[in-house]
């Protein structure tokens, strides 16, 4: 069992809002990514973080921003969340030797 | 990183062995061919990887051809839980560790 947490799991939101979705692992890893799936869509790769400092923007362009302070800690932030953002979204991390990315069980956000 | 070619959707009757198969025939020396799986939109699960021999693990096995331009993940014995999208990804062992996923293919199990 993967130790990588969301929250919340579930958020409805009005349009204009600041929103930010939480993430943390307690295994101790560098890398950690934010992927964007829309239902029934492919996951698609939007932030990630080597480790504390660094961020790097993915390859799908998102109005989101994200920062890594500490190692177990890489919230997301939505400025003014639009109907557009509509979306789940999945947090992952992975320790610097391992093949396997550990995923959280996602934030599914519904802004009206 | 490579493209990889899956069939969108496949049945397997419970009990039986799935074998979902995968083209990567742009696969580059240094890449590895990983597959995940995703259980009705909860977040993507590793199954097994391999570069070049065939692999095997508590989960699957993976078959890897010759010329690496294509794959089989393996599930032996298919249960009604295994019904997920299953994601075939090609990654380099050099790169930020990003995965690319694709459309996947839904495996439907069925009793």
């Known amino acids: 069992e993967a130790d990588i947490y969301q929250t919340p799991r579930y958020l409805v939101i009005g349009t204009g809002k600041k929103i930010t979705l939480e993430c943390s692992q307690t295994?101790?890893?560098?890398?950690m990514y934010w992927y964007q799936q829309d239902p029934g869509m492919e996951l698609h790769l939007i932030h990630y973080s080597y480790g504390v400092n660094s961020t790097e923007k993915g390859d799908l362009s998102s109005e989101s921003t994200v920062s890594r302070i500490r190692t177990e800690h890489f919230p997301l932030t939505l400025e003014s969340a639009r109907p557009s953002h509509t979306s789940q979204y999945l947090c992952a991390s992975r320790a610097l030797d391992s093949p396997e990315q550990y995923f959280g069980p996602g934030t599914r956000l519904t802004v009206t | 990183d490579a493209k990889t070619t899956q069939p969108p959707s496949m049945d397997c009757a419970e009990g039986r062995a799935a074998n979902l198969p995968c083209n990567h025939s742009t696969i580059s020396g240094n890449e590895y061919v990983y597959w995940y799986r995703q259980i009705h939109s909860q977040g993507p699960q590793y199954i097994i990887h391999g570069l070049k021999n065939n692999e095997t693990n508590e989960m699957a096995s993976l078959i890897i051809t010759e010329d690496r331009k294509s794959s089989t993940l393996i599930l032996p014995h298919a249960t009604l839980r295994d019904t997920a999208v299953y994601y075939c990804i090609v990654r380099s062992s050099s790169n930020t560790g990003k995965l690319i996923f694709g459309q996947g293919t839904t495996l439907q199990v069925k009793p």
């Open positions: 295994m101790g890893h560098d890398k």
